[in-house]
């Protein structure tokens, strides 16, 4: 179920605490973000929600995390509902896309950000591992989409902004397996696109690297590495999740009503 997230009105005696889902009634825009609990879904959910979207967004086992970004974006002015979901079952997904436009309205945005690394050898990788990654970092978009793009088909249209990897593209990557499966992203969005653009859905990627995302700050590239890398980025510098979460937030506005089949690459974050 979602978690409550609360936000003050007034102050002093008649002070109050007002639940989201006592204000989802409120007509605005409604967003899904998945994996918005940490990193760059986080940072989307947030951003979001300053530019008066309600998300709903998924986070798995991660629940403290959930419940500050859920404060975050009520002190941001928007509403947001953390849902705990597991995106490698598509029952899961279906349940909590149902759940969030019973609670928030019709879905006409989804971001999927859900994905997990692995930090060893081809050769020593496990097969348990890969199966896990691949499950998360491709099947998890797959099943984001697949779901919300038929009820956007049905309203004739909606936007898709899925996070793939720009690591693929440059030779000094990180160890870790997501960065095989995320270009694989990149081009499920781009056919993705060609498919659903007669129904007026605009489907696109972002793809920046590691370093945008918490989840990789475990296992961070050795400083002659990152001095490589710093040499390969046009702004030689590195970037923040915050960046990567500016440009989801500028597809998903109207400044961008014809943009779609684009795989946009955030200029300074390639790496962590």
């Known amino acids: ?87 490698t079952d598509a029952g899961e997904v279906s349940s909590w896309f149902r759940l ?55 309203r004739r249209s909606g936007r898709i902004v899925t996070v793939s990897s720009v690591c693929g593209e440059y030779d000094h990557v990180p160890s870790g397996h997501d960065t095989l499966a995320r270009p694989g992203v990149a081009g499920f969005t781009r056919a993705l696109a060609l498919q659903a653009g007669r129904y007026g859905i605009s489907v696109d990627a972002v793809t920046p690297g590691p370093g945008a995302g918490a989840r990789y700050l475990a296992a961070p590239v050795p400083e002659r590495t990152r001095a490589d890398l710093a040499e390969t980025i046009e702004l030689r510098r590195f970037g923040t999740a915050a960046e990567v979460a500016d440009l989801v937030a500028s597809l998903l506005s109207a400044d961008a009503p014809d943009v779609t089949g684009r795989v946009l690459e955030v200029p300074t974050v390639i790496a962590p």
């Open 1 to 87: 179920m979602p978690l409550r997230c609360l936000t003050s009105q007034g102050g002093g005696p008649g002070q109050r605490e007002t639940a989201v889902s006592q204000a989802i009634y409120r007509p605005g825009r409604v967003a899904l973000v998945s994996d918005g609990s940490r990193g760059i879904g986080a940072a989307t959910v947030r951003r979001l929600a300053a530019d008066g979207w309600d998300v709903g967004f998924s986070y798995h086992g991660d629940g403290p995390s959930a419940r500050e970004v859920e404060k975050d974006a009520c002190e941001l002015g928007g509403y947001a509902i953390g849902t705990d979901v597991d995106v």
């Open 100 to 154: 969030a436009e019973e609670e928030l309205g019709p879905v006409q945005a989804m971001v999927s950000c859900a994905g997990i690394t692995r930090e060893q050898p081809l050769a020593r990788l496990a097969e348990a591992d890969w199966r896990a990654v691949i499950d998360t970092s491709l099947d998890g978009v797959f099943h984001l989409c697949r779901t919300a793009v038929f009820a956007m088909m049905a």
